[in-house]
């Protein structure tokens, strides 16, 4: 069976065709997707059924870890894939990749829809660990926009503080608009030896504590950061490998996906329900770019949706305690 919809169909989805371009996809995967139709089978009702969006089932997130999850007849062993990082290299989710072209389609158009132009841009990177991982779905979006910058200054900047201080002046002394693009804990690290005042300077933090330090909420991160370079602007990103998408934060409080990319949330103890608007619940993405795959994805994250469709993020639900569940700030 073909692919339902076209490049132009997906990235060039408005809220009045949201619905029939998702269920294209969504009776696609049912039929094309074995670790999806499975679990369709397991709940009750018709997928022929469904007539909106809404009430689309997701995929849990988990069974990244244990299944290929593809749509359609493609051969995995001589693909490419995407592999989340851990601290342990176990337990490790793969997003396999039939076409790359719909993956890096989706982050340029989803980052110049928030940034303008890529060639606008110097764009750095202070991404430890992910370095490490040649699976890693952050470093194939960094490093193509690295490439589509044409900046010299562009590039990776690992235990180079001085360097990396020195471009960032030159870039303020010429007006140049520089994207710092950062984990969580390397750019706290770099806050210990910074103190300077930029104002061409947007930093990005995509989160990624791992661990490795003191897991603080995303307003004291954004603080400390903002405290070491006063001036500039200070966002995030949230993205995941299991996703094609990512939206941004560049304010203080909520996310926004672009229009391919739909969130909604479900009720922490009931996954089949969604949550009340203010309630907080568990994160549920529809993005349309994982054609492929799955694009109707149940997260771990815990979040909170706002009228204009924009979320917060709070914190990963945290299923490892027997009794009851933490929430681990993200």
């Keep these: 069976m073909n692919l339902p919809v076209s490049y132009s169909d997906v990235f060039n989805v408005n809220k009045h065709n949201f619905n029939e371009i998702a269920l294209e996809i969504f009776r696609y995967q049912a039929q094309e997707n074995a670790v999806y139709r499975k679990f369709l089978d397991h709940l009750t009702g018709n997928p022929e059924e469904i007539t909106h969006y809404s009430n689309i089932p997701f995929l849990p997130i988990e069974l990244f870890k244990k299944h290929q999850v593809i749509s359609g ?4 062993e001589s693909t490419e894939y995407f592999e989340s990082s851990s601290t342990t290299g176990l337990n490790t989710s793969k997003h396999y990749i039939n076409d790359p ?12 829809r928030v ?35 044409e900046n010299e200054n562009s590039g990776y900047y690992l235990d180079e503080d001085d360097s990396l201080d020195s471009r960032l002046k030159y870039n303020e002394s010429q007006g140049k608009k520089t994207l710092l693009i950062g984990v969580s804990f390397a750019l706290i690290d770099l806050t210990l030896s910074f103190k300077e005042s930029f104002n061409h300077l947007t930093i990005l933090e995509t989160g990624g504590m791992k661990g490795r330090q003191k897991e603080v909420t995303r307003a004291e991160l954004h603080y400390k950061i903002g405290s ?3 001036g500039a602007k200070i966002h995030s990103e949230y993205g995941m490998t299991e996703l094609f998408s990512q939206a941004y934060l ?8 672009p229009p391919w990319m739909h969130v909604s949330l479900s009720q922490l103890d009931d996954p089949f329900t969604q949550a009340k608007l203010s309630k907080t619940g568990l994160i549920r993405v529809i993005d349309l770019a994982n054609i492929e795959t799955c694009s109707f994805i149940a997260t771990s994250d815990v979040g909170k949706m706002h009228k204009d469709d924009s979320f917060e993020v709070l914190g990963r639900y945290d299923y490892s305690e027997q009794r009851g569940c933490n929430l681990l700030i993200a």
């Design 250 to 257: 560049t304010n203080k409080n909520s996310f926004v996906a």
């Design 228 to 230: 070491a370079f006063p």
């Design 115 to 149: 940034y303008g132009s890529i060639n606008d841009w110097c764009i750095m990177a202070l991404l430890p660990n992910y370095l490490e991982n040649e699976h890693s779905s952050l470093i194939a979006m960094v490093d193509q926009l690295i490439k589509l910058s």
């Design 73 to 76: 007849n493609w051969v995995t």
């Design 101 to 112: 072209a719909w993956y890096y389609h989706s982050f340029t158009s989803g980052f110049e």
